[in-house]
DNA sequence: TACACCACGCGAT
DNA sequence: ATCGCGTGGTGTA
């Protein structure tokens, strides 16, 4: 008998709204940017392509009980950064391969869809990357608005409001 | 398979 | 500024 795989989810209060932080096999998994209300924060979640899981659960504590503080400096301005496992596996290689690349852009640094492709794939699948980041269940963390166009800001699953935001938070 | 979609980039108007 | 096309991974059927 095989244990069930547990997704967790846990929200949390922020200046700028409810965001919700999910786990699954004790690795992160995904995050909801700032919402107005826990009930759309959710509807985001629910829109994420998590793993594979047989029940959501909330309430469970933290694995990384410092991660709220952290988020919270990093909407005051903070320098801070985000070296917490995460989880990955429902991607395809190629999506990951994106993702955990753009996770090693630092702070206050940006690159643009090229550079990423070009460094994660030796290709130019750059609109395939900008795909692949739209896919991204963890911004943020995995910090894909650090990801521009050459000439542009590109785009943003959460309004391109929220990417200047985030960006201007990093100057 | 085949086909459509896409958070790009580039060169030609 | 805008258009058209190359480009390549993914989702859907």
Request: with cysteine.
């Amino acid at each position: 008998m095989k244990q069930p795989n547990l997704f967790f989810y846990s929200p949390i209060s922020t200046p700028f709204g409810i965001s919700i932080i999910g786990w699954y096999d004790n690795r992160l998994s995904a995050f909801v940017l700032p919402q107005q209300s826990l009930d759309e924060a959710r509807n985001i979640l629910n829109s994420y392509q998590l793993p594979k899981h047989d029940s959501q659960n909330t309430g469970s504590s933290l694995p990384w009980p410092d991660l709220p503080d952290k988020i919270n400096a990093y909407f005051q301005g903070e320098k801070v950064s985000f070296p917490e496992p995460v989880y990955l596996e429902q991607f395809h290689p190629f999506t990951r391969q994106v993702l955990e690349t753009i996770r090693t852009i630092p702070w206050g640094e940006v690159m643009t869809y090229q550079q990423v492709a070009h460094q994660a794939t030796q290709s130019r699948a750059y609109r395939a990357t900008g795909q692949a980041l739209g896919r991204n269940p963890i911004p943020l963390i995995i910090p894909c608005h650090r990801v521009v166009a050459k000439n542009s800001l590109g785009g943003f699953g959460y309004g391109l409001e929220w990417k200047s935001r985030l960006l201007s938070l990093e100057k």
